[in-house]
């Protein structure tokens, strides 16, 4: 089930909040949290029945570990138990994400015929792995107590967070169900998780899914693309993901607001800074804390040598790139993220870049970055750049033929996009605007009121977007 589903806004969602807040009323406090279990199991199992049991598992296993890390045990079990659960979560994430795509490359590489399994990549089990190894290493810490199971499988399974995060940790979920004043209808929370929610489907249904369009269109014919064109898919595709991975963040953060729970804001305008540590920082920010606490400062962070750190921060973000899946073109990606990283600090040492050229050195080497993270090989991405770099021939507009007489390789006439979506430089146009230059929702929901101005803005954007919201498509990080 999808956010943006009028299955999810009109029948799930009402009715899990009306059953869920009933029984809070009547005072059977545990039953609504059993209620909202079952709901967000519901929400999981919608998408595909069978992998249900995979959910249940995975909570199962990592709820009895998790109890046995919490007890006084020897040091040397304790880290046994660790060690073990680590091993589950991995295996299981890297058998239904990596399997084919180890056994494609060794039968590549040494000839072999070994069958794929062609899998189907469980939904959000990214997610809920990492936030379950979290977890265990926090047990492992002594940082948890003994939950009962009913609060923990929330504590993984709540249906704004479960798909495509944030990854949260178990203190900042957990102790905010049982917290008196949340256990009561709270008329400003759900206000403004509303206009935080309308925001989010706003920016995907209006805005990633028309860029949306042009971008799959462009990496689908990559060999097409000319000038002009190919960077209309870079950026479409950019603002794309942008727009997706910001509308599912902020509509998760609206939708948990209605129960009352705060949980973290997973994207903080992240285009907006001049480097790209910080732009790290603000995108996918439950990501980069995961990496940097469980990978990072474990292969020693920055309490090593110089060249070591620069390893390390390689490794973590290499990690990064192959985390969202199981292509060369995430590795390699990922991998450059690591490597401008790098140059980032060794420039620094030395000197300050002014931000006339900071921030579009910055923004550029991210489009660049993007182009392996949407292409489907690293053939393709190689078409995108030639085309971006003007080796497939150049094309202006019609428009523009005064300026002089056409040759064998440049050429004047209709653009491939302005064929498939006239409205594509509008849409690039807006969403650059409100990128760059708008207040991001987060800020925004500090100044909100429940007033008729931010009433009147919520119904607006919530009807624009059911009123658009012709095919519902998945968010990218589903796939992640």
């Given amino acids: 089930m999808l956010f943006n589903s009028y299955e999810f806004i009109f029948l799930f ?50 709820y009895i570990l998790g109890i046995q890390l919490a007890k006084n045990y020897k040091k040397t079990l304790k880290f046994k138990f660790l060690i073990s659960g680590i091993l589950f979560n991995l295996l299981l994430l890297g058998y239904y994400k990596y399997y084919d795509f180890f056994v494609n490359n060794i039968n590549l590489i040494f000839g072999f015929n ?56 178990h203190r ?94 997973n994207f903080d305008s992240p285009l907006k800074t001049n480097n790209i540590q910080d732009l790290w920082r603000k995108w996918h920010i439950s990501l980069s804390r995961f990496l940097k606490d469980y990978v990072y400062i474990p292969l020693g962070g920055s309490k090593v040598s110089e060249i ?19 292509n060369w073109t995430f590795f390699i990606w990922g991998f450059l993220t690591g490597i401008g990283i790098v140059i980032h600090k060794l420039w620094t040492k030395k000197y300050e870049l002014p931000n006339v050229f900071a921030y579009p050195i910055n923004f550029l080497y991210f ?40 040759y064998n390789y440049v050429d004047f006439g209709s653009l491939l996009f302005t064929k498939l979506h006239k409205d594509l430089l509008s849409y690039l146009v807006f969403g650059m605007l409100i990128t760059f230059f708008g207040k991001n929702t987060k800020q925004l929901s500090e100044s909100f009121k429940p007033n008729f101005y931010f009433g009147f803005l919520t119904f607006l954007l919530f009807t624009v977007s059911i009123m658009n919201l012709f095919n519902v498509s998945k968010f990218l990080y589903f796939n992640f």
């Fill in 114 to 169: 070994f069958p794929l399994l062609n899998l189907v990549l469980p939904l959000g089990i990214s997610f809920f792995t990492f936030q379950q190894i979290a977890y265990l290493i926090d047990s492992y810490k002594g940082e948890t107590k003994e939950y009962n199971f009913i609060d923990y499988a929330l504590f993984v399974s709540f249906f704004p967070q479960l798909i495509a995060g944030p990854i949260v940790h």
């Fill in 172 to 265: 900042e979920i957990l102790p905010q169900f049982n917290t008196k004043k949340n256990l009561k209808i709270n008329y400003k929370n759900i206000s403004i998780g509303l206009f935080i929610f309308s925001i989010g489907l706003f920016k995907k249904v209006i805005l990633a899914d028309n860029l949306g369009q042009v971008a799959d269109f462009g990496y689908q014919n990559p060999q097409k693309i000319q000038l002009i064109d190919a960077w209309l898919v870079a950026l479409a595709f950019l603002f794309q993901i942008y727009f997706d991975f910001s509308g599912y963040s902020e509509m998760a953060v609206g939708l948990a607001k209605l129960f009352n729970i705060d949980i973290i804001w």
């Fill in 308 to 326: 070591r750190n620069y390893i390390n921060l390689i490794i973590t973000f290499t990690i990064g790139g192959i985390w969202h899946g199981a």
């Fill in 13 to 62: 969602l009402p009715i899990t909040f009306f059953v869920y807040y009933f029984f809070i009323y009547i005072q059977l406090k545990k039953i609504a949290r059993i209620c909202l279990v079952f709901a967000s199991f519901f929400f999981y199992g919608y998408w595909k029945f069978e992998y249900l049991y995979l959910l249940f598992l995975s909570i199962a296993v990592n």
């Fill in 367 to 406: 489009l660049f970055g993007s182009v392996f993270f949407r292409a489907n090989s690293v053939s393709e991405a190689i078409e995108v750049f030639k085309g971006m770099f003007g080796l497939n021939g150049i094309i202006y507009p019609k428009f523009l033929s005064f300026l002089g007489a056409q």
